[in-house]
C-alpha cells in the first residue's frame, strides 16, 4: 500500500477518523487493590490478591493517585473535571476477566471536553477530545504457550486490575498525518506529566483508530471500523492508509461495509477482522454497587494544576521565543535528556539558543548515547556552565568553531575548566576580514612567484592560505583565509 493510491481514494472520499487511546498508569499498586504493577518480567500469576482475581466477596478500593493522574491529564488537555463522577460496571465475558465485568466510568468521565493543538505539515491542528477516564486493565492471554499441546491458553493474571486510562477523541480527525502526530503528542504531554511511561511497544499505550469514509461534499457518517493491535505509530499510520483503501475499494464496488473490530497484522500490512462490534447497549453498564461516587474537591484540582510541570506546547513556543527554530524547538522538547540539557546550559550563561539547540542535539546527543548523562543533566564529566562559556566563545569568534569542538571534547571527556582550555587554545582567531586582508597582502607581496604561477593557470590558494596561517600563528579561520585569497588572485585575473 503506498500513500498515493490511499490519496487517490481520498479525492473522491473524506476520511472520518476518531482515536482512542488505552494508557497504563504510573501507579505502585493496582487500581482496586494493593498489588504492586512493577510485574514486568515478573514470574505469571505472581502479582495477584482476591480483589483482582475477581474471587467472590472482594471489595475494591479506589487508587487515589490513579484518580490524580486522570485529574492531572484532564487538565493538561483543558478538559473539564466535574465534582462527582461515578464507577459503573461494563459487563461482558471473557478469559481475561474474572469478574465478568470491568469497573470502568461511562456516563461521567473525570474529565471531558478536551482538546490537544499538534503541528502537521499542512499546519496547526487541534484535535477535540471527548473524555478520559479510569478503569482497570484486563488479564492477558497467552495464546500456545502451554508447553504441551500447543492449542492451549494460559491466563496471566498480573496485569490484571492494573490502572488503565482511556482518553477518545470526536470523529472530527480527517488525515493519516494528524492522527498519527496526535498520537504523538499525547504520548510526548503523558510523559511530560509524569503520568505514563506510554511505550507503544511494551503495550502501555494501545492505540486504536475508528474509520469511515463518507463521499465528499457528504454529511452522513459511513460504517466505521474500530482497527487494534498497533503497536507503534508507523504502524497506526499504516493501518489507517489500509483501511482507507480497503473501505473505498469496497464502497467503489458497492460492498456494504459492518461495523466490526480489524486487527493490524504488520507482517503482512494489512487490516483483518477479528469480531463483531459491541455497542455500548451489549455491556448493560450500571453504576457499581461496591464503590459509591467519587467526589473531586475543588481544592485538589487547583492542587494538581498548580503540580504540573511546563507542557510540551508551551516548553516549544518557550524555545521559540528564546531564537530556536520551530523544528529545533520540537526536537529538543520531544527528547527528556536534550531538554535537560538544553535548559540547564540555557540557564549557566549566555551562550545563543541556537548554538545551545545544536550542540545538545548534535555533538552532545552522542556523547550521552555513548556514556551515562551525570547529575547536572549534561555528558561525562562536564558542566552546564563550562558547555555554557565554551559554546559562546565560539559564537563570539573567541575560538574557531573547529578548535571549539576540540575544547568542548575535552571538557566532556575529562571535565577540564572551560576557561583553562580556552587560555590554552592560544590567541583568538582573527576573524576580522580587514586584518586578514593585511596578512594576506603581506604574503602575496612576498611571494611575487605565486601570482605569476596563478596567471599561468596553477592552483596556489592552498599554498598561499598556508603562508597566512603561518604568518598568523595559526590563529587564523583557514575557510575564511581561503576564501579571502580567491577573490584577491581573481582580481589578478
Ligand atoms: P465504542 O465505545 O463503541 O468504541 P465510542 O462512541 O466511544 O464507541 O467511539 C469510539 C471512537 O469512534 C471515538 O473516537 C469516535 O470519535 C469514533 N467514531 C464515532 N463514529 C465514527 C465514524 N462514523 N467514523 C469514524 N470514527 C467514528
Ligand atoms: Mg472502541
Ligand atoms: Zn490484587
Known amino acids: 500500500m503506498t500513500t498515493t493510491a490511499t490519496d487517490a481514494v481520498l479525492e473522491r472520499y473524506e476520511a472520518v477518523i476518531g482515536i482512542e487511546i488505552h494508557c497504563q498508569l504510573r501507579t505502585n499498586s493496582k487500581m482496586f487493590c494493593g498489588c504492586s504493577t512493577a510485574y ?66 461511562y456516563a461521567i468521565p473525570l474529565a471531558a471536553h478536551g482538546r490537544l493543538a499538534i503541528e502537521t505539515s499542512a499546519g496547526p491542528f487541534v484535535v477535540d477530545i471527548t473524555r478520559a477516564h479510569l478503569e482497570e486493565d484486563t488479564a492477558k492471554l497467552l495464546h500456545g504457550e502451554g508447553g504441551g499441546a500447543d492449542r492451549t491458553t494460559l491466563v496471566d493474571f498480573n496485569r490484571s486490575g492494573a490502572p488503565l486510562m482511556e482518553i477518545v477523541t470526536e470523529p472530527t480527525i480527517r488525515t493519516v498525518e494528524q492522527a498519527r502526530r496526535y498520537a504523538e503528542e499525547l504520548q510526548l504531554l503523558l510523559r511530560a506529566i509524569g503520568v505514563s511511561d506510554a511505550d507503544m511497544e511494551r503495550g502501555q499505550m494501545r492505540v486504536e483508530a475508528n ?104 516548553r516549544r513556543a518557550r524555545y521559540i521565543a528564546l531564537g530556536l527554530g520551530a523544528y529545533d ?110 596578512h594576506i597582502e603581506a604574503v602575496i607581496a612576498a611571494n611575487p612567484r605565486a601570482v605569476a604561477d596563478h596567471k599561468s593557470g596553477k592552483p596556489v590558494a592552498g599554498f598561499l592560505t598556508g603562508q597566512v596561517m603561518k604568518a598568523t600563528g595559526g590563529a587564523a579561520d583557514a575557510a575564511r583565509v581561503t576564501t579571502l585569497v580567491r577573490e584577491r588572485l581573481n582580481r589578478e585575473g
Not at 459492518?258 to 493490524?264: L, P
Not at 539558543?353 to 551515562?372: M, P, Q, R, S
Not at 573547529?402 to 575529562?414: F, K, M, S, T
Open 40 to 105: 514486568d518480567g515478573a514470574a505469571p500469576n505472581t502479582h495477584n490478591c482476591p480483589v483482582c482475581l475477581g474471587l467472590p466477596g472482594a471489595l475494591p478500593v479506589i487508587n487515589r493517585q490513579a484518580v490524580e493522574y486522570v485529574i492531572a491529564t484532564g487538565l493538561a488537555i483543558e478538559a473539564h473535571i466535574p465534582e462527582r463522577t461515578q464507577w459503573e460496571r461494563k459487563n461482558y465475558f471473557y478469559p481475561d476477566l474474572p469478574k465478568g465485568y470491568q469497573i470502568s466510568q
Open 211 to 314: 474509520v469511515s469514509l463518507r463521499p465528499r461534499g457528504t454529511e452522513p457518517f459511513g460504517t466505521r471500523v474500530e482497527v487494534k493491535n498497533m503497536n507503534s505509530f508507523r504502524s497506526v499510520e499504516r493501518a489507517i492508509a489500509y483501511e482507507i483503501e480497503r473501505q473505498g475499494h469496497a464502497l467503489d464496488n458497492g460492498e456494504a461495509l459492518v461495523m466490526e473490530t480489524r486487527g493490524w497484522d504488520d507482517g503482512r500490512q494489512l487490516t483483518y477482522r477479528m469480531r463483531a462490534k459491541e455497542t455500548s447497549d451489549d455491556y448493560r453498564y450500571f453504576p457499581e454497587p461496591d464503590l459509591p461516587p467519587l467526589r473531586v474537591d475543588a481544592g485538589w484540582v487547583t492542587a494538581v494544576r498548580d503540580a504540573l510541570p511546563e507542557l510540551p506546547s508551551a
Open 329 to 438: 524547538a520540537a526536537v529538543v522538547t520531544a527528547d527528556p535528556t536534550m531538554l535537560m540539557a538544553f535548559d540547564a546550559i540555557s540557564a549557566a550563561g549566555s551562550a545563543p539558543a541556537k548554538e545551545v539547540a545544536n550542540f545538545v542535539t548534535g555533538a552532545h546527543a552522542k556523547a550521552l548515547k555513548a556514556g551515562d548523562a551525570n547529575a547536572a543533566g549534561t555528558a561525562g564529566a562536564s558542566t552546564p556552565a563550562g558547555i555554557a562559556v565554551l559554546l559562546g566563545a565560539i559564537a563570539s569568534g573567541t575560538v574557531t568553531r573547529q578548535v571549539g569542538r576540540e575544547l568542548l571534547d575535552r571538557h566532556i571527556a575529562d571535565g577540564t575548566q572551560a576557561a583553562d582550555l580556552l587560555a590554552d587554545a592560544g590567541p583568538s582567531p582573527i576573524s576580522d576580514d580587514a586584518a586578514l586582508l593585511g
